[in-house]
């Protein structure tokens, strides 16, 4: 209900500042009030057509008066223009992970280390269910949401502020009508998409041509990581608080307080939470959610036991990783039972050749799965699966689908087994042997490895080509257009266009992508090349010990630190594709055979070629190498405006590449805040903690004294 003194009909023009800023301030109280009934405890207490009468009004009243928009306005949930690139901020405190398991014994065993760890005394657990989401960090600062991080590696992920700001679940600003609200809060909870939408969203993919998205919590990732707010708005998603990870100003005993205090303050937390004082209870709470599981519309994949007392908490600790007082007790892996239409062989970037089932559409909870891997030849003949089987099935989490194994059929005739072709599906080179793999000798010949190369050059966690998976991969190689890596690099828009699939947009996307990809960094690009046995985290070591390597050198060689950080990286990455053996294998965690593996992709002579194409078309590194040693080490940057000399990518560029961090909002962590033209709330935010604020001439002039080289 609005407060009768709501005035909704006088013309703006008609109000003086004054009562206009009033006026401003209750309507959004109201509409924040309503957008809580309506979306967190979905008890709407106002019709659609009454509620859209106040936010227009908001609406209104901010255009006339344009000086009293605020960040935390209902209305400016969605920003103005895409971001280049998502800022790397550190978390409040770490995010640790749950030590997980699947057998209640375990649990038995959690619960006796708890026990004997507080000296014996009783325990009780609180118990929620485990959400299959996005984990997420949320930044609340004298109550206003300041930033969102994801979790990356746990110390610091991707600020995602803009974008979490769209869903219509986390609170712009807490509610302080129940308790007040705390000077700093920093909160945990899970990213979730629902079922429905999901499926939705599927649909309407595939419609548009784009390829269909393996589950909710990569759909909710997806959303979460676009550089355009406007994107994530149209994606459905929720937020789940469910911990607190640093606070000022507030204190508590129990996790249930903590809980209801999220509440308080307008967050949405798990459904279902219970009290547990005995494993059977906590047994019991586990099956009865495997029991609901499929009815729920988003996925959960066990539950969590956590001690609920907060000094017993602090008295167990953690390990590096997890804490001692917590426990993820996962459900078994979903099963369904399908028939295998047909096996086929498919190539995979290193030229394995995979059997895979293609199964008749099953739904495993909530997730339509139509094929399964059977691994190798060696598996397929243990599990004895042939076309026309029928088979169990089983999904767990985001893990490709298994084939369990057989389900007999006594009465039915069955077809031969299936035989390993001796030459490659996709470019016909007889095949090799190596224990149970088979696979394709034609590393630069054979189209399917390519495409395989190509899909892997551009995930997410290589160089981060969005757009650009499988079909469309596939169709680049058929069609001639892409016949190394780095041709991907010459695709332009008159290519693609018109080609299936590319309709719209999705070709200026995707050319647009990968001119973007070519700014990355070194780690990224190293796993991208898919040398064999490098991971993502060997590729992370290798550059950061080859970037130490030139760094040193460099030092000893100036005499000094350096600033431009591209050029190390450059350096580094020579320095690399020289290594020898022995140098390789000093390095922590890469034995011998990996070693090898790693000296004989550098050494062959198209790969060095190839590499050196790639290069060719302009990548640049943007490590932040100066982190220890820069001028500008540690300390973080804030832009607010708009700049004249330089885009905001290459001021974040010189301030990264001299160990300067650039976060997206001010805190009191921040250094300094850079104002450019029409600097906006960041501004006013920096003078309220008094942080040093700069002009763009007086940034160009610190960056000088730094030492960095201005373009
Ligand atoms: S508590 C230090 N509670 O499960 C403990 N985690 O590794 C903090 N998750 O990625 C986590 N539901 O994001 C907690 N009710 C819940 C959860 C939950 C899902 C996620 C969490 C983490 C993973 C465990």
């Not at 005394?121 to 997420?136: F, N, Q, T």
């Amino acid at each position: 209900m609005s407060p009768p003194s709501l005035d909704l009909d006088t013309p703006p023009q008609a109000l003086n500042p004054d009562e206009a800023a009033r006026l401003v301030e209750s309507l959004r109280e109201v509409i924040r009030h309503h957008d809580y009934l309506y979306y967190v405890e979905a008890r709407p207490e106002i019709s659609d057509g009454e509620y859209d009468r106040l936010f227009r009004r908001l609406q209104e009243l901010e255009e006339a008066f344009p000086h009293l928009i605020t960040a935390d306005s209902p209305t400016q949930r969605v920003a103005g223009e895409p971001r280049e690139d998502l800022p790397t901020l550190r978390h409040a405190a770490p995010m640790l992970s749950l030590d997980s398991t699947n057998e209640a014994a375990e649990v038995r065993r959690f619960d006796e280390r708890v026990r004997k760890g507080l000296g014996g005394r009783a325990v009780e657990y609180l118990l929620e269910p485990k959400l299959d989401g996005v984990s997420l960090e949320l930044v609340y600062e004298a109550g206003v949401l300041v930033r969102a991080v994801t979790r990356g590696n746990g110390e610091e992920g991707e600020g995602v502020t803009e974008n979490v700001r769209t869903i219509p679940t986390v609170p712009l600003r807490l509610r302080d009508r129940v308790r007040p609200v705390p000077p700093f809060l920093s909160v945990r909870g899970e990213v979730l998409m629902y079922l429905s939408d999901f499926e939705a969203l599927n649909q309407q993919l595939v419609e548009e041509g784009l390829e269909p998205l393996a589950n909710p919590r990569n759909a909710a990732a997806g959303a979460l990581r676009q550089l355009d707010a406007r994107i994530t708005a149209r994606r459905p998603l929720d937020l789940l608080a469910y911990d607190i990870l640093a606070l000022e100003g507030a204190e508590f005993k129990e996790d249930r307080e903590v809980l209801e205090a999220l509440r308080d303050w307008g967050l949405k937390t798990p459904e279902r939470v219970a009290l547990a004082s005995t494993v059977e209870e906590i047994l019991e709470y586990h099956a009865s959610y495997a029991r609901d599981r499929d009815r729920l519309d988003y996925e959960i994949d066990g539950i969590v036991v956590k001690v609920n007392d907060l000094a017993a908490r602090a008295v167990l600790g953690t390990t590096s990783r997890h804490p001692r007082w917590a426990l993820a007790f996962k459900f078994e892996p979903r099963k369904e039972i399908t028939r295998v239409e047909r096996i086929v062989v498919s190539v995979g970037r290193t030229g394995v050749l995979t059997p895979v089932a293609l199964l008749r559409p099953v739904e495993v909870g909530g997730v339509t799965v139509s094929r399964a891997s059977l691994h190798n030849r060696d598996e397929l003949r243990r599990k004895d699966i042939r076309e026309g089987d029928l088979v169990r099935i089983q999904r767990a989490g985001d893990v490709i689908p298994q084939v369990v194994e057989r389900v007999e059929e006594p009465s039915r005739e069955r077809k031969p087994p299936f035989e390993m072709p001796d030459r490659c599906p996709a470019c016909g080179s007889p095949v090799k042997i190596r224990g149970p793999f088979t696979f394709c000798p034609n590393r630069f010949g054979c189209p399917a490895q390519l495409k395989g190369r190509i899909v892997h050059f551009a995930g997410r966690r290589a160089l981060d080509i969005e757009g650009l998976g499988d079909e469309k991969a596939s169709l680049l190689v058929d069609r001639g257009l892409v016949r190394e890596l780095a041709d991907l690099f010459d695709l332009s828009v008159e290519d693609l266009k018109g080609l299936p699939g590319f309709a719209d947009k999705a070709a200026t996307n995707l050319v647009e992508g990968i001119r973007r990809a070519k700014s990355t960094e070194l780690r990224r690009f190293l796993f991208a090349l898919g040398i064999p046995e490098v991971g993502e985290a060997v590729a992370r070591d290798l550059a950061e010990h080859f970037l130490k390597v030139v760094r040193t050198r460099a030092a000893v060689e100036k005499g000094e630190g350096r600033g431009a950080g591209s050029d190390l990286a450059a350096e580094a990455l020579d320095a690399l594709r020289r290594a020898s053996q022995e140098e390789l294998q000093q390095i922590d965690g890469i034995g011998p055979r990996m070693a090898d593996e790693i000296y004989d992709f550098f050494q062959d002579p198209r790969n060095a070629e190839a590499i050196d194409r790639i290069l060719a078309k302009g990548i640049r590194f943007r490590e932040a190498v100066g982190q220890e040693g820069g001028a500008l080490a540690g300390k973080r940057f804030v832009f607010t405006g708009a700049l004249e000399r330089l885009s905001r990518s290459q001021a974040k560029a010189l301030v990264e590449g001299a160990g300067g961090r650039v976060m997206s909002g001010v805190s009191r962590e921040t250094d300094y805040v850079v104002a450019g033209s029409e600097a906006g709330s960041k501004l006013d935010k920096a003078r309220e903690l008094g942080t040093r604020v700069l002009s763009e001439e007086e940034f160009l002039r610190l960056l000088e004294e730094a030492g960095v080289r201005v373009p």
